[in-house]
């Protein structure tokens, strides 16, 4: 899907698109403290289809509470291992400079241009530092989650338990895993979709994007869904 800025009305508008190719990066040895804690569990256990869902509404279209505790086990123990993720992946000098130099960045570097073109949106909107090290590094581990399943387009794999467990995936599957896991870091999400596809949105300090490989693209204020399209799975 492919998200623009109506200005006026601080409205993203939805357009269907192939999916955005996303890069990925090695993992290395690099520590930093989350910023944002993860949402306690609802004390009342809030079940939607006979599945208790810890974060909103969200039970990531699996289909049992076995299948939910399956998927959520992956996600956390992935969430502990996130801080291995080097941000800036092969380009960590270029991040380094870019994130402690901006908005006075070197425009003539490559490498830097690359580092704005996948954070510029999170530091425009004034995210700081140690935190979009953590965002980076939490959209590495879920595209590098998505990895392990393999391709369908049949529309078959629908759930989180597909993406993770069953290993077999496309567009919503993959959304509802990058929802589970961002949702699992203490941030909301939620997933549009339309015909073709259907895309992650988490939202940061007030504002929404779609990422994926350490990428971020969007920051709107209102997340609304385009013309032929829905909240498949409604902000947490």
Not at 13 to 25: E, G, L, R, Y
Not at 27 to 41: A, D, L, M, N, R
Not at 201 to 224: A, C, N, P
Request: proline share 5%.
């Amino acid at each position: 899907s492919q998200v623009s800025w109506d200005a006026a009305r601080q409205t993203a508008v939805i357009k269907d698109t192939s999916a955005v190719q996303q890069p990925s990066t090695p993992p290395v040895q690099q520590p930093t403290k989350p910023i944002e804690q993860p949402k306690q569990e609802t004390n009342d256990g809030k079940v939607v289809n006979g599945i208790k869902a810890n974060y909103g509404s969200h039970t990531y279209a699996v289909k049992s509470q076995k299948e939910y505790d399956q998927v959520m086990s992956i996600i956390d123990n992935a969430i502990d291992k996130a801080d291995s993720v080097e941000f800036g992946g092969n380009y960590k000098e270029a991040f380094q400079k870019y994130i402690n130099s901006y908005p006075n960045w070197d425009k003539t570097d490559k490498a830097q241009a690359f580092a704005d073109r996948q954070i510029g949106q999170l530091m425009k909107n004034g995210v700081n530092k140690q935190e979009i090290e953590w965002l980076y590094k939490l959209s590495v581990t879920a595209t590098t989650l998505s990895q392990q399943a393999a391709p369908r387009d049949d529309g078959a794999p629908r759930s989180a338990y597909d993406e993770l467990v069953t290993k077999t995936g496309d567009c919503d599957s993959l959304a509802q895993a990058h929802s589970a896991l961002f949702d699992a870091a203490g941030f909301n999400t939620a997933i549009v979709a339309g015909r073709n596809h259907a895309t992650m949105f988490v939202q940061i300090k007030g504002k929404w994007y779609y990422q994926g490989g350490g990428t971020f693209k969007g920051g709107v204020e209102k997340l609304t869904p385009g013309q032929g399209e829905w909240f498949l799975s409604n902000p947490t």
